[in-house]
């Protein structure tokens, strides 16, 4: 086993706080010191995030229906924050920032694979000219690829209903990006998928790093490719 077992830890997210959807905004404002709004992500939302956060790149797609109703709530400041994307009750993903002492140190929390973790292993094509390198064992199965400076690692296993379910995943992260931009980052970024669907996605930028992270990959993609 290479690429998995180098992989490091996803980041924490900082300061994520469950909040209920649907109780009266009024109840909330007198409450607590942080901001929240409801309904899908618009401007005046993110604008009024952006009045604490300065002029920090936020997503303009909360990643599901328009019809369902979201609320948005901001901890931190503009050097280390989480924005906690909720609805019907739960937080179903955040868009975090934290800074480090300097890019060596911030560059150790992207999780970034190199490619070197995977030569010699079989192959997947994953479309779009995009390799995919298959390691397999103790039933599960990792799908790594690099693209610039990225690197997809899928996680599924190679029984059951998870079968093939690294492949799949692989796949789907491929032919999305192929029509949307994602971050770009200074110097790695890394898109990570579990077995349950889960899916972080993460960049360096010089001492800070930025991630997104949802309850699927679909979500997370979304939500990472429309920051603006």
Known sequence: MKA???????????????????????DKASSSSSSEQSSKVSSSSTDQISNKLGDEKLPQNNGIDASKTVSTKL???????????????????????????SDSAAMQQVGYQSSNNVNGLPTVDLGSNITGYSDKGAGQEYIQANFGN????????NFGKTEGLASKQGKEVVAFI?????????????????????????????????????????????????LK
């Not at 990225?150 to 296993?157: C, D, E, K, Q, R």
């Open 150 to 157: 990225w690197s997809i690692l899928t996680h599924g296993s």
């Open 4 to 26: 998995w077992k180098k992989i490091l830890p996803a980041i924490a997210v900082l300061g994520l706080v469950l909040t209920a959807c649907g109780q009266k905004s009024n």
């Open 75 to 101: 901890d931190g400041d503009k050097d280390n924050f989480t924005i906690s994307y909720i609805s019907n009750g739960k937080t179903y993903a955040s868009y975090t920032k934290h800074s480090y002492g």
């Open 178 to 226: 192929q029509d949307h931009q994602l971050p770009i980052p200074n110097k790695y970024g890394s898109i990570s998928v579990e077995i349950d669907n889960t899916a972080t996605i993460t960049w360096q930028s010089g001492n800070d790093v930025y991630s997104v992270k949802a309850d699927n990959v679909s979500i997370a993609l979304k939500m990472a490719t429309s």
